[in-house]
């Protein structure tokens, strides 16, 4: 089976930020992603991390506008030294919690003066951090209108224009669904280009489990292939958390206390 990891910031909301840790590993977990930890104390969350003994696994470019519609600034014409203060952010603080990658957010816009911003910050960052795993990710326009990047073929395209090897894809599986209808192909052709994997249920958006993606299949087919990276659940639980983890049956421990 692959290797599973949960996200903070959709998993364990029933408990309070710094306590989604404990509730993570009793669960089962051995990684974590957080995709806006910037609001929280970087040395808390190393001191969970550590406690808890989790890795994690991404973090996000910071967003600090998400509240008002922004969705991040590698694709915003104009926007260069914003891009560049908030790049620099999170490549600090994935140093200091040693996150495996960053997602880099392309944000709302479109058109050529938007593609080449996305190319020249891309090309800027991944040379700029050239130890550190990148990751750009095609979000369905359904969820987010506008947002810059939301093709398959795009990111590939990207990707091999660039051609910077510590610049990878993310592959959503609920995002590849509302996009295609297909995730298998998607797969099969973006595989060899993805470092991170994130799944949810479709429709709904709730655990990857039933509906429209035949994820027992999914996950045979990384396996399949040799995929080593993480395979995040971001998604929103039907119910308690720890109620819905039957997709990815891992082995618990005494639930935390609290």
């Known amino acids: 089976m692959p290797r599973f990891c949960a996200n903070l910031d959709f998993l364990f909301t029933e408990h309070a930020f710094l306590d989604r840790f404990g509730a993570a590993r009793a669960a089962g977990f051995e990684a974590v992603e957080i995709l806006f930890p910037y609001d929280h104390d970087p040395q808390e969350i190393a001191a969970r991390l550590d406690d808890e003994g989790l890795h994690l696994a991404l973090i996000n470019t910071p967003a600090p506008d998400w509240a ?3 969705r991040g600034s590698a694709a915003l014409p104009g926007q260069t030294a914003r891009f560049r203060a908030e790049f620099a952010a999170a490549r600090d603080l994935a140093a200091r919690l040693d996150a495996e990658h960053i997602h880099i957010l392309a944000g709302i816009a479109q058109g050529g003066a938007a593609q080449d911003s996305y190319l020249q910050n891309l090309a800027w960052a991944a ?10 990710e095609p979000i369905n326009p359904h969820d987010m209108p506008g947002y810059f990047l939301n093709a398959f073929d795009r990111a590939a395209e990207i990707l091999k224009t660039l051609a910077r090897p ?12 509302r996009i295609a209808g297909d995730v298998p192909t998607l797969w099969a052709d973006y595989a060899h280009l993805t470092a991170h994997v994130q799944v ?11 509906g429209d993606i035949d994820y027992p299949a999914f996950f045979t087919a990384l396996d399949a292939g040799g995929y080593a990276g993480w395979v995040s659940g971001e998604y929103h639980p039907a119910t308690r958390t720890e109620d819905g983890l039957g997709w990815c049956a891992l082995p618990q421990t005494a639930a935390p206390e609290g």
């Open 68 to 70: 008002e519609g922004g």
């Open 166 to 177: 510590n610049l990878h894809l993310q592959f959503d599986a609920y995002h590849a669904q």
């Open 127 to 136: 040379d700029n951090a050239p130890d550190q795993p990148l990751t750009i």
């Open 200 to 210: 949810a249920g479709h429709p709904g958006r709730h655990e990857p489990a039933g």
